[in-house]
């Protein structure tokens, strides 16, 4: 499938991105990986979708803990940032299957460090710099995934 383009005019764009995609986001277990260089606007995707969610405070990469847990009434989101990691079986030592229960939402940023430890992704969203903007681009891989793009 061709993934779809989304130009991003500024930090607003992103986190409006992001509180679309947390309406759309189906109930049941859902991943999403977040590909992009630095400072491309993955976090920022992540607070939009949080904020729309009902969290009030921060939200912080978690590039030294690994993974950030975020508590709502009908869900938990887990925000991962796999940056820093050396190797991918360091996710075995964090219980990466516990995260992924029946109707977590996953946020993966930098999941190529995850090799195949990885789930396999509802969608891929790639984050890259376009001018004095940026682009996202969404690759949906699964049918949960291609409904929620298909409403974007």
């Not at 679309?20 to 189906?26: D, E, G, H, M, Y």
């Not at 979708?49 to 009434?73: A, I, M």
Request: aromatic share 10%; net charge negative.
């Amino acid at each position: 499938m061709k993934p779809w383009n989304i130009y991003l005019a500024d930090e607003a764009a992103t986190l409006n991105l992001g509180a679309r995609i947390a309406k759309l986001c189906p109930p049941q277990q859902f991943t999403i990986h977040l590909e992009g260089e630095l400072g491309a606007g993955k976090t920022t995707l992540c607070r939009g979708l949080l904020r729309e969610l009902g969290h009030q405070g921060n939200v912080k990469s978690p590039t030294y803990t690994l993974v950030e847990q975020y508590d709502f009434s009908d869900r938990s989101v887990f925000h991962f940032d796999l940056y820093r990691l050396v190797d991918p079986e360091e996710l075995d030592y964090i219980g990466l299957d516990d995260y992924m229960n029946s109707n977590s939402l996953c946020l993966i940023e930098w999941p190529q460090q995850g090799g195949n430890y990885l789930p396999r992704p509802d969608i891929i969203i790639k984050l890259q710099y376009d001018e004095s903007c940026r682009q996202a681009s969404i690759l949906s891989c699964s049918d949960a995934g291609t409904l929620l793009s298909a409403k974007l």
